[in-house]
T-cell receptor, first 115, second 110 residues
Framework: NAGVMQNPRHLVRRRGQEARLRCSPMKGHSHVYWYRQLPEEGLKFMVYLQKENIIDESGMPKERFSAEFPKEGPSILRIQQVVRGDSAAYFC?????????????FGPGTRLTVT | QQQVKQSPQSLIVQKGGISIINCAYENTAFDYFPWYQQFPGKGPALLIAIRPDVSEKKEGRFTISFNKSAKQFSLHIMDSQPGDSATYFCAAEGYSTLTFGKGTMLLVSP
């Protein structure tokens, strides 16, 4: 059973460009979460999605950031007009269902560098 | 406002010793407390987790102790090994999202 897959693993963008990060959840998992990790910091929650629905986006900046989890295909985290402060590791996690009964399993992350 | 406080920031333990990492939380709505282990360049891997209705959970060399009244929980790694050297994050779940501590960098010396 394949784990959570993320691509690309490394992404370099110039300031002002767009970054698209992809996440394929574990088989049988329909809940996806995105977290951001800055150097020397813990992970910070960004957004929680189910298929075709955003459930909680309270941790996501209001501007330039968006996320989707379409009926078919991976979840996408999109960052428009990237700035140097967006440089971080972005992790996706998935769970079979929501709530404390279901563990979240993390992917290997996408390391975004903005030059 | 940091809702999960983790200490120490870094820890050096000799091989065979006990590693202890502590966390404290504020929000009483949290109802699930996992620990994650992260190696450099990798994603966090779920290590062990506890729910607030029990005070201790043990899995192999890893034990979580949970004090609901004090809103504190800790990870104990018995017989620590060099392969345990990693960064450890405590977390607390509420409303389906995880709030993480800032992490503890553990180094187990041979």
């Amino acid at each position: 059973n394949a784990g959570v897959m993320q691509n690309p693993r490394h992404l370099v963008r110039r300031r002002g460009q767009e970054a698209r990060l992809r996440c394929s959840p574990m088989k049988g998992h329909s809940h996806v979460y995105w977290y951001r990790q800055l150097p020397e910091e813990g992970l910070k929650f960004m957004v929680y999605l189910q298929k075709e629905n955003i459930i909680d986006e309270s941790g996501m900046p209001k501007e330039r950031f968006s996320a989707e989890f379409p009926k078919e295909g991976p979840s996408i985290l999109r960052i428009q007009q990237v700035v140097r402060g967006d440089s971080a590791a972005y992790f996706c996690a998935s769970s079979r269902n929501s709530g404390a009964t279901y563990e979240q399993y993390f992917g290997p992350g996408t390391r975004l560098t903005v030059t | 406002q940091q809702q999960v406080k983790q200490s120490p920031q870094s820890l050096i333990v000799q091989k065979g010793g006990i590693s202890i990492i502590n966390c404290a939380y504020e929000n009483t709505a949290f109802d699930y407390f996992p620990w994650y282990q992260q190696f450099p360049g990798k994603g966090p891997a779920l290590l062990i987790a506890i729910r607030p209705d029990v005070s201790e959970k043990k899995e192999g060399r890893f034990t979580i102790s949970f004090n609901k009244s004090a809103k504190q929980f800790s990870l104990h790694i018995m017989d620590s090994q060099p392969g345990d050297s990693a960064t450890y994050f405590c977390a607390a779940e509420g409303y389906s999202t995880l709030t993480f501590g800032k992490g503890t960098m553990l180094l187990v010396s041979p």
